[in-house]
């Protein structure tokens, strides 16, 4: 697909001597919202922490923009404009709200202003001078995807935003991710919550042992019921 | 004459004047320490030699170059965290992710090599260097005589805790740091060149000990041995505040400091050991330090 931002090709990634992706394809196109579907363990998380660089055993081919992003090291890759968002959040103790929105530097113009954000995300105005770790779990969250806003990253990889949070939270968080889909910005997205993903995803990938083994389009998650059911084991 | 418990007025102000400057030097080396911990997660057993070597630096800077003590300031932890930076790239840099342990032996071998180069070179006795001659003298406090030199210390001591402690907690390079601290490869997967910034955290730890041994050399003459003297007393000022701990590296500092030049006063004989007491006491009690946070 050559008009894509990103292009992964025949990934392979090892923790350690452990084999755990397995010649993983995968292509997001520009203001695309693609969602990676999995049980536990399937390679979700494995696979944003390969594209990132995170995870530095890898083979294969990673591109965006056409620009090979294997031999990069970590903080270049996120130069390139590749925005990360954690499973575990990685809100910072040691800085207020407010320090923690700050701290990841821009690496593009066209990100969110601070005030942009605040409109955005109110509660995080609420309590910009409280510590990061003083937040509600939501909050947290929140947290961490606004202070990626402010980067200008060209495509956000967003690792289970939902997991652990009330039904309230996810449908405002839900809320947050079809304002940054109208808004044009590309995300990559890992949940196991296929119902919440659906208000989002323009196509989904499904993954199974460290494989891709399917993907279609958002429009298509009805046919694809009894897959899905027989892949995340629901 | 005055007393206070007994004690003559003048010698327990002296005492406590003491106190003090030995504070500025176990805050100064304790806060080198705690940066570098807290980011590397290093126990930096060279920063006693780094100490010397900043003293050293000053007294190579006058004897061959006949530059004084007031370049010696910036020029000697400018050298020194240049040397600390290579250390840190070719050496140092190999032993992240392994067990602290590692660490601590290279840091100690590093230690044991310069203070032995010195020893090699300039024998043990201490070498003289006097103070700036705008610093010579003593003022009349009314209660006591305070030698001009030994003030400068104090206040130098205070402005240059102070500063690092607002460009750690104030500045966006201080909030890179602090982030670090907790997870070094997130702040990474944000764009922040981290492996520069460890770097840059060794060679300021390392600068911030150089410049101890740049104001002490006055005091204490230059000598090589004069860092693995003061080196356990420091880690212990270190694990009272708490390892990793600006804020409670510096308080600390100054607080045993005092501590001990108090105990010089009414049981001299205990002054050696009482920070050392303090240690015990506060590892039974708070095994992260008075200002370390619980795991």
């Known amino acids: 697909m050559s008009n894509a931002l990103l292009e992964v090709r025949a990934l392979n990634a090892w923790y350690g001597e452990s084999h755990v992706l397995h010649g993983v394809d995968l292509d997001i196109r520009e203001g695309e919202t693609v969602t990676l579907l999995g049980r536990n363990g399937a390679g979700k998380t494995t696979t944003l922490r390969a594209i990132m660089g995170i995870l530095r055993r890898r083979e294969g081919a990673i591109r965006l923009r056409g620009r090979d992003l294997l031999a990069l090291p970590l903080h270049r890759v996120a130069q390139t404009g590749l925005g990360y968002v954690p499973e575990e959040r990685g809100i910072f103790a040691s800085l207020s709200v407010e320090e923690n929105l700050a701290l990841p530097p821009k690496v593009a113009d066209g990100g969110m202003s601070i005030e942009e954000i605040y409109h955005l995300f109110p509660n995080l105005y609420e309590r910009r001078h409280s510590q990061g770790t003083k937040l509600s779990g939501g909050e947290q969250q929140m947290l961490a995807i606004a202070r990626i806003l402010r980067t200008g990253a060209s495509l956000i990889l967003l690792d289970e935003p939902t997991e652990g949070l009330a039904p309230v939270i996810v449908q405002r968080i839900g809320d947050v991710l079809v304002a940054l889909k109208e808004r044009g910005m590309t995300i990559l997205l890992v949940e196991q919550n296929f119902r919440f993903a659906r208000k989002v995803a323009d196509r989904f990938y499904l993954m199974e042992d460290g494989r891709m083994v399917n993907s279609f389009p958002g429009n298509e998650l009805d046919s694809h019921m009894d897959e899905l059911h027989s892949v995340l084991g629901v | 004459m005055s007393t206070i418990f007994g004690i003559p007025a ?120 006097s103070p700036p001659a705008q610093l010579t003298g003593a003022v009349n406090l009314g209660f006591m005589f305070l030698p001009i030199y030994r003030g400068w210390v104090v206040i130098a001591s205070l402005v240059i805790c102070l500063g ?74 270190v694990v009272v505040g708490g390892m990793g701990s600006i804020l409670g590296a510096i308080i600390t500092g100054y607080v045993l400091g005092v501590l001990e030049g108090l105990t010089k006063v009414f049981y001299a004989e205990a002054s050696s050991i009482v920070i050392f007491v303090v240690m015990a006491i506060v590892l039974l009690v708070r095994p992260a330090g008075l200002f370390g946070r619980e795991a």
Do not use: C
């Not at chain 2, 920063?47 to 007294?59: E, K, N, R, V, W």
């Not at chain 2, 104030?170 to 490869?185: P, Q």
């Not at chain 2, 770097?199 to 090589?224: D, E, K, M, R």
């Open chain 2, 164 to 237: 690092t402690w607002l460009l750690i907690e104030k500045t966006r390079l201080g909030s890179y740091l602090r982030a670090a601290t907790e997870n070094a490869t997130l702040v990474q997967a944000f764009g922040v060149n981290v492996p520069r910034l460890l770097t840059l955290t060794y060679g300021l730890g390392a600068a911030l000990a150089a410049l101890a041994g740049v104001l002490a050399a006055p005091i204490y003459q230059v000598s090589p041995l004069m860092g693995s003297n003061l080196i356990i007393i420091v880690f212990a000022v």
């Open chain 2, 10 to 129: 003048p010698a327990l102000y002296g005492q406590i004047l003491i106190g003090l400057i030995n504070g500025s030097f176990y805050a100064l080396l304790s806060l080198g320490l705690a940066v570098i911990f807290g980011l590397l997660r290093v126990i930096n057993f060279a920063h006693g030699a780094q100490y010397m070597l900043g003293a050293f630096a000053a007294y190579g800077l006058l004897s061959y170059a006949g530059i004084d003590y007031w370049p010696s300031l910036v020029l000697a932890p400018l050298i020194v965290g240049a040397v600390a930076m290579a250390i840190e790239r070719t050496m140092l840099s190999r032993l992240y992710g392994l067990d602290p342990l590692y660490g601590l032996l290279l840091t100690f071998g590093l230690a044991l090599i310069f203070e032995g180069a010195f020893r090699y070179w300039f024998g043990t006795s201490g070498k003289p260097y």
